[in-house]
């Protein structure tokens, strides 16, 4: 666990000096498989205008299965248009399964590795609201998060970017253009 940690902060360090590219949210999340609901929070770092990573925890709280999940997800952006942006997303996490003992499923087990892919679209503002569909590799089960994220350094109007002399007021925040 120790190790997740430190690899964790060794990816994200390089980033904390570029404000104007982070943000950070949260989600709802529901899994079609096992009928459960939980909620997300996440950090968005936007190193270029097409990739970005995102360490992310979520926590199911409600339905059959009880679990919580922290890693990493790329982000990879595909198609860009003046209002919306599609993107591809890879995730790795380290899971722990809480109520696992209860479940049909052979070999269940407490702490277990994941991996995801998906898609998803968000808008290209300061606040951005999400949808993304992933597919769990492992576990062979589909879930959607809605969530909304904020972007630091944007302008008072929720929707331009702060003129800091390097871009014209009003124009959209540069982590997506």
Known sequence: MKKAYLILILTITPFIGFNQNIGIGGSAIYNFQSESF?????????????LSFVPQFSYYFFGPVSE??????LELKVVKLNTFNFYLLAHGGYN???NYDASNMEGASPINRNAEAG??????????PFLEYRYNIKF???HLQLGL?????????GGSYRNTGRMKRGTVCPAYN
């Open 38 to 50: 939980g909620a997300g929070a996440r950090v968005n770092f936007f190193p270029n205008n097409n």
């Open 96 to 98: 722990t399964w809480i």
């Open 119 to 128: 898609i998803g679209v968000t808008t290209n503002k300061c606040l951005r």
């Open 149 to 157: 994220l904020y972007i630091f350094g944007c302008g008072n109007d």
């Open 68 to 73: 919580w999940t922290a890693g990493l997800s």
């Open 140 to 142: 062979q089960e589909t």
